[in-house]
């Protein structure tokens, strides 16, 4: 057996394990004896539960990522400020969301343990930290918000962050219990 197959099959099984108990309640011990191995062998591979956790995930966190910054890409190849990314308002924010379901729904796995199972780990903020990489969403509340509000900008910016989570973790929780026709 090569040093491939033994690295799927251990995150095979820690997906598994976090998947069934969460990050804070999986075992190292256990995601070695599903398939057979020491702890000694993942501890050659992953430091830590941390970083095992990081590498289950690590697929689906990059495919998020390549989609924020693609669209940002576009963005600025089309030579959009962005108070014009602003102007194009609810399309292009609908558009932005379209993309992002698509990601979630590609690597459901990944973003369930994601959404649900990494309380414990570095990751259990991220959505709050999605949010803050996606801040197109954010903006166009903010914009709304500062058009109808005569609070200061502080509070909105915080409300619109605020918004923003909600809408996102709504979004998110949809999409690993609805079908896709649904959520769109």
Same mark, same amino acid.
């Given at each position: ?32 004896? %599903? ?5 000694? !062998?993942? $501890? ?5 539960? #941390?970083? @095992? /956790? ?41 558009? %932005? ?5 698509? !990601?979630? $729904? ?5 973003? #369930?343990? @994601? /959404? ?34 005569a609070v200061s900008d502080n509070i909105l910016s915080s409300l619109s962050h605020n918004l923003a989570v909600a809408i996102h973790c709504t979004l998110f929780n949809s999409v690993l219990d609805l079908p896709k026709e649904y959520v769109i």
């Amino acid at each position: 057996m090569g040093r491939s197959e033994i690295s799927c099959r251990i995150l095979q099984s820690a997906r598994e394990e976090f998947k069934a108990k969460g990050y804070d309640n999986a075992s190292m011990r256990e995601i070695a004896q %599903r398939v057979g191995y020491t702890t000694g !062998v993942l $501890y050659s591979r992953y430091k830590d539960k #941390e970083e @095992l /956790f990081s590498a289950v995930v690590k697929f689906g966190e990059m495919a998020m990522e390549d989609k924020i910054a693609e669209r940002a890409q576009l963005d600025i190849l089309q030579e959009r400020d962005f108070s014009a990314t602003l102007c194009s308002g609810r399309n292009d924010v609908v558009n %932005r969301m379209l993309s992002i379901i698509d !990601v979630v $729904y590609t690597y459901k796995d990944t973003f #369930e343990l @994601l /959404f649900r199972c990494s309380k414990g780990s570095s990751k259990q903020n991220y959505i709050e930290d999605f949010a803050d990489k996606e801040r197109v969403l954010k903006a166009y509340i903010l914009d709304r918000l500062s058009t109808h509000s005569a609070v200061s900008d502080n509070i909105l910016s915080s409300l619109s962050h605020n918004l923003a989570v909600a809408i996102h973790c709504t979004l998110f929780n949809s999409v690993l219990d609805l079908p896709k026709e649904y959520v769109i």
